[in-house]
């Protein structure tokens, strides 16, 4: 990952490999790994680990009110066209690498 990364800052050419396998097939896995009570065995181990530790409480930018509203605005802005390229350029290579690792971590277990 570390070569594929170098490669897309000196805006090289990094192409990974196609996934071997779909969707459909790391969800069936995934249902199988939840099925079988490896989750409840993570998730046991995690509470027995963080037992006892105190919630982290980070400072925020501002007070935030008591009710959360969605009062939301939108800017618009244009992009210049070279961004935009080299933003789809390395949305496509870190969902490549995404893709990469998963296998990686299925082809492990």
């Given at each position: 990952?570390?070569?594929?990364?170098v490669?897309?800052?000196?805006g090289?050419?990094?192409?990974?490999s196609?996934?071997?396998v779909?969707?459909?097939?790391?969800?069936?896995?995934?249902r199988e790994?939840?099925?079988?009570g490896?989750?409840?065995?993570?998730?046991?181990y995690w509470?027995?680990?963080l037992?006892?530790?105190?919630?982290?409480?980070l400072?925020?930018?501002?007070?935030?009110?008591?009710?959360?509203?969605?009062?939301?605005a939108?800017?618009?802005f244009?992009?210049?066209?070279?961004?935009?390229?080299?933003?789809?350029?390395?949305s496509?290579?870190?969902?490549e690498?995404?893709r990469?690792?998963v296998?990686?971590r299925?082809?492990?277990?």
């Amino acid at each position: 990952m570390h070569v594929l990364h170098v490669h897309i800052l000196q805006g090289k050419s990094s192409q990974v490999s196609g996934a071997s396998v779909s969707y459909a097939a790391y969800a069936h896995w995934q249902r199988e790994m939840l099925s079988s009570g490896v989750f409840e065995t993570q998730l046991e181990y995690w509470k027995t680990q963080l037992a006892g530790i105190e919630p982290l409480l980070l400072p925020s930018d501002r007070p935030r009110p008591t009710i959360q509203k969605y009062d939301g605005a939108m800017h618009a802005f244009r992009v210049p066209s070279e961004v935009l390229a080299g933003l789809k350029r390395i949305s496509q290579v870190t969902y490549e690498l995404h893709r990469w690792d998963v296998l990686q971590r299925l082809q492990r277990d």
